[in-house]
């Protein structure tokens, strides 16, 4: 499907070559690409972004139409947007590892839940 999506804007985007060449691993690769953009926090829906984001944003725009296109990575994101409708929780919530060692979404879900950080005791 993601392939699907990535032919649509195929002719002007800057993967064309790579795309006609080997499509499969392209298209493995800029779908790994992309979740790890929206796990570090990437908007699709910011205006004026770069060349190389604003065609991966015509594919993502694709991409959304599919039922069922969330994959791993929308999960966290529906579940960070689900906790933004609570605001207290009845537990505490340790994380045994430095913040800054934590992707961004999940960082964002944590501090929704009030993590508490301690530094790995290993």
């Not at 060449?21 to 493995?28: E, H, L, N, S, T």
């Not at 800054?100 to 009030?114: C, E, G, H, T, V």
């Amino acid at each position: 499907m993601f392939i699907e999506c990535l032919q649509k804007n195929d002719l002007i985007a800057f993967y064309h070559e790579s795309l006609q060449a080997d499509q499969y691993r392209v298209g493995k690769e800029l779908l790994s690409l992309r979740d790890k953009l929206i796990q570090s926090g990437w908007n699709s829906y910011l205006p004026k972004q770069p060349k190389r984001f604003s065609d991966l944003v015509i594919t993502e725009k694709q991409f959304k139409l599919i039922e069922g296109f969330e994959g791993y990575v929308y999960r966290w994101v529906n579940v960070l947007y689900e906790l933004k409708k609570h605001t207290d929780f009845d537990f505490e919530l340790i994380v045994h590892d430095l913040e800054d060692f934590i992707n961004p979404l999940l960082q964002a879900i944590f501090q929704k839940l009030n993590a508490v950080y301690e530094p790995n005791k290993l």
